[in-house]
Every structure is written in C-alpha cells, then in structure tokens.
C-alpha cells in the first residue's frame, strides 16, 4: 500500500532524477542474492540531497502520524534506513532506535541500538522493501524485546509477491512513500525508458528470481 498517489509520483520522479533508482533493461544488474535485474536502488542517496531528504521525511512524518497515529518510538533498520528514520525521529519528536541484523558479537551484544523501553509502540522505517526478509528481522527483534510493532513505512517497494506474502504471515502493516508501478508510470512520463522497454521490467517484476536466467 503507498501513502497516496502524488507521494508515490513525486517520490519516483526523485529517485530517478538523483538516480537513486537506475534502470537498465539491456544491462542488467546483478544483486547480491545472484538475481539478474533491469533496476537497482540504492535510496542512501537520498541522503546527499537536502530539499530531498526533507521532502521524504515530511511525507513520512505525516502519513505516519496519518496511517499509524503518534507511535513512542521510531526504528530504523541497520544500515540503510538509519539516516532517513533518525530525520522522521526527529521531525516527529520522538525517541529513535535502529536494529542490527544480528547481534553484535562484542561489548553488550546489542541487536536493538539505543535506549528501548519494552511495551512501548513502534513504526519501523525502511529504505527498501524486495522479498522483505530482512525488514521483518527487524520486527522479530523488535517483538522479541516486547515492542508493540504498529507498522513499517518503507520509501519503496519492488511489490513482489513474496514480499507481500511475507509481510501477511508476519501481521505487519506495510505502507510505502512510492512502488514500483508509479516508478515505471514516471520513467516512461520523464524520458528515462521507452514504452517498449516497459514491457521488459513489468516481466522482471513477475519472475524475479529466474528473469535472465
């Protein structure tokens, strides 16, 4: 589910016009899972853009309050999203923590970064949501601490199926700034793919593990 329907506009063209997002249908890239794909994201970008950066936080800061209502605490999951959620932390006046994909290994062992209050409710903030694995690490952890989680907000979803499954059998709520279906909707509005081109990353997005194989 996106926030609404300029957000998600406003946010592709962004990210594409930062290149943020890049798409190459004729070059794939290839992720570290060894999947082949026409597009990579890397929204850490973001971050090097002020007017930017502010406008991702603004739209998070009020969908959330919107979506979620006032939450006690914000989480960012490690690495990617602990710019952007300490920026929505911030804009909301509230505490922030991030979380660790594991453990670490050394001084308290923590997984959850900061001063955590168990029973207290929580929005998880992400950069980027694929199969949503990791992300929903994050909520474990979290739920393992006795967190009340109210939902993730994500600045944008690949809108896998398995992503979507996932976040089912894991109850969570997950609204994002923009997806996938605007993005090609803005690249092909904004020049930066052909119409015939569309075609190729609507196939990737049906298949992803095998696309290219």
Same mark, same amino acid.
């Given at each position: 589910?996106?926030? &609404?329907?300029? +957000?998600?506009?406003? #946010? ?6 930062? =290149?943020?997002?890049?798409? &190459?249908?004729?070059?794939?890239? #290839? ?31 009020? =969908? ?7 939450? *006690? ?5 490690? +690495? ?29 062992? =923590? ?19 694929? #199969?949503?694995? @990791? ?33 089912? &059998? ?5 609204? +994002? ?21 569309? @075609? #190729?990353?609507? *196939? ?10």
């Amino acid at each position: 589910m996106i926030f &609404n329907d300029n +957000t998600a506009q406003k #946010t592709a063209e962004l990210l594409l016009q930062i =290149n943020a997002i890049k798409l &190459n249908p004729k070059s794939p890239f #290839t992720w570290a899972s060894g999947w082949k794909s026409p597009i990579y994201c890397d929204n850490r970008i973001t971050l090097s853009f002020p007017e930017i950066r502010k406008f991702l936080k603004n739209e998070f800061a009020t =969908n959330i309050l919107e979506k979620f209502g006032k939450p *006690d605490y914000i989480a960012g999951v490690a +690495t990617g999203a602990i710019g952007i959620g300490l920026l929505v932390a911030e804009a909301l006046d509230l505490p922030f923590v991030y979380v660790r994909p594991e453990p670490k290994k050394h001084g308290r062992q =923590n997984q959850i970064e900061g001063q955590f209050e168990a029973g207290k409710s929580v929005v998880v903030v992400e950069d980027l949501i694929s #199969t949503g694995k @990791s992300s929903l690490q994050a909520v474990e952890a979290l739920r393992a601490a006795n967190a009340n989680i109210l939902g993730m907000a994500a600045i944008f979803t690949y809108g896998f199926d398995v992503a979507s499954e996932n976040f089912k &059998n894991a109850q969570i709520n997950l609204v +994002t700034l923009s997806n996938y279906d605007t993005l090609l909707k803005a690249a092909v509005q904004n020049n930066y793919i052909s119409q015939e081109e569309v @075609s #190729t990353l609507a *196939d990737w997005s049906k298949a992803p593990a095998v696309w290219g194989v």
